[in-house]
């Protein structure tokens, strides 16, 4: 199989992540936080080793690394931790379902309101513009997304982050297409939570994820429960990361975050990383422009990520998707999980194709699914 | 035997604290709180090689959260 689905789930999996989540289910095994056996130290020392090297790559505090089961729980947590009624929330105009559902459900409750910023992908100052713009006395919190999941755009979080700290707002930025991809200081670009996925850019498994805390603002916790700390206590504690992370660490995953972690490392850090991607993306994105019946979207501006979503006349994204699959490639059509995405680019008709290259993808991959493009584009009942 | 220890509330803040002695060549190991008391619970306890005061003394100047240095006889 030819895998170019990676903005849904990294794939294939380096072997050491494999190995290590093995390990640490076979030889390891114990629960972390609960109880003084070897077992349950060990866990607990692994975990501590990925906050600090979680927190040593998005430079925040080892503490204020909260383990979740995904980018979306960890957005959920976030969401709803600081929503207060009356508050009001910008958002931009690519945002995933996990940003803007949370939002519209508080908004349908009549707790909060939001405006949606549109995200301009050639013109970072009518995008900081638009931004700036909306910002009211009672805006809690501008949360947009660094990397769009549909079309690869690339926000200017640097510069948001800047509306935010000179209009004291809370910054909250959503990295699932670009936590592995991008550098991303928090510290640099005034972020108060970031959310990750771990199974995407940081090589990890799937059920991993992570909100980091900048420590300016601690978001409720939405779970409450044993923590393997204050246990004689009947109120959830309040230190951290243990007030966010109630109930059993996911260990292997964790493990297997870990060597994602020292694999980019080893790789030679995120922009290496994102430089061979994109170096074959652009690369797709020539060879697509010579084929007549394909669409390109060109909503990348100039820094892009590693995402080329298209549509071929006459078919709708499914059927491309479909078609592929027969030929074994694997990419993702229809709607992305991202209303906003469809409903600012018009594209609700027939929603798009995502192309998305990984670390393992290859030439010969490129070549091949160019090869699919076009036959399935030239086809006679087109 | 009796063992003075630094008392941590979570695994996390006392595996900080062991990493940070350990880049002053301070080494350390964690254990749970051989000795909780009823009011805080389970907590981790930080068994020092050294001289304690000297590394509890680098654990607060660097505001790692913890709840002090303790002392306890084994019964065991």
């Given amino acids: 199989m030819i895998y170019l689905n990676n903005a849904a789930t990294s794939f294939p999996k380096p072997e050491s992540v494999l190995t290590s989540m093995m390990f640490a289910q076979k030889h390891i095994g114990g629960n972390a936080g609960r109880g003084g056996n070897k077992s349950s130290l060990q866990a607990g020392e692994l975990i501590f080793q990925t906050r600090e090297m979680l927190a040593e790559m998005f430079n925040c505090e080892s503490e204020n690394v909260i383990f979740t089961n995904n980018c979306t729980t960890a957005l959920n947590t976030a969401i709803y931790g600081i929503a207060e009624k009356g508050d009001h929330f910008i958002i931009s105009s690519l945002e995933h379902n996990s940003v803007l559902r949370p939002l519209y459900h508080l908004k349908e409750k009549g707790q909060i309101n939001y405006d949606i910023a549109f995200a301009d992908p050639h013109n970072d100052d009518v995008t900081v513009g638009n931004f700036a713009r909306l910002v009211r ?16 755009t690339v926000l200017p979080i640097q510069r948001i982050g800047e509306i935010c700290k ?43 994820g992570a909100m980091l805390l900048s420590g300016r603002v601690f978001p409720r916790e939405l779970t409450k429960g044993g923590t393997g700390s204050h246990s004689l206590e009947k109120s959830q504690p309040s230190i951290v990361p243990d007030r966010y992370e109630s109930g059993t660490a996911n260990l292997p ?26 170096y074959l993306a652009e690369y797709l994105k020539d060879e697509l422009k010579e084929i007549s019946n394909i669409k390109l979207y060109d909503n990348c501006g100039k820094l892009c990520a590693p995402i080329v979503t298209l549509n071929i006349e006459n078919l709708h994204s499914e059927e491309v998707a479909a078609a ?31 192309i998305s290259l990984g670390f393992f993808t290859t030439k010969n991959d490129i070549k091949n699914l160019i090869f699919s493009l076009n036959k399935i584009a030239n086809q006679k009942y087109l | 035997m009796s063992y003075t220890y630094i008392k941590f509330e979570s695994q996390t803040q006392a595996e900080k604290a062991k990493l940070l002695l350990l880049k002053k060549n301070i080494s350390s190991h964690i254990r749970r709180n051989p000795n909780p008391n009823h009011r805080q619970g389970c907590n981790f306890a930080l068994f020092v090689d050294g001289n304690i005061w000297f590394a509890f003394d680098i654990i607060a100047s660097n505001n790692i959260s913890n709840l002090g240095v303790e002392s306890y006889r084994e019964r065991l």
């Fill in chain 1, 137 to 152: 006395s009672n805006t809690k919190a501008i949360i947009t997304t660094h990397v769009s999941n549909v079309f690869g």
């Fill in chain 1, 166 to 208: 000179r209009k004291k707002k809370i910054f909250i930025v959503d990295g699932a297409q670009s936590a592995g991809n991008f550098v991303i200081d928090m510290k640099e670009n005034n972020i108060d939570i970031l959310c990750i996925p771990g199974h995407k850019g940081l090589f990890g498994p799937m059920g991993t």
């Fill in chain 1, 253 to 278: 995953g964790i493990a297997g975050l870990l060597s994602g972690l020292k694999f980019i490392r080893k790789m030679g850090g995120e922009q290496a990383i994102h430089r061979k991607e994109i």
């Fill in chain 1, 324 to 354: 592929l699959d027969e030929d074994d490639i694997a990419v993702r059509g229809g709607y992305q999980c991202s209303y906003l995405a469809h409903n600012f680019y018009d594209t609700f008709d027939k929603g798009v194709v995502r």
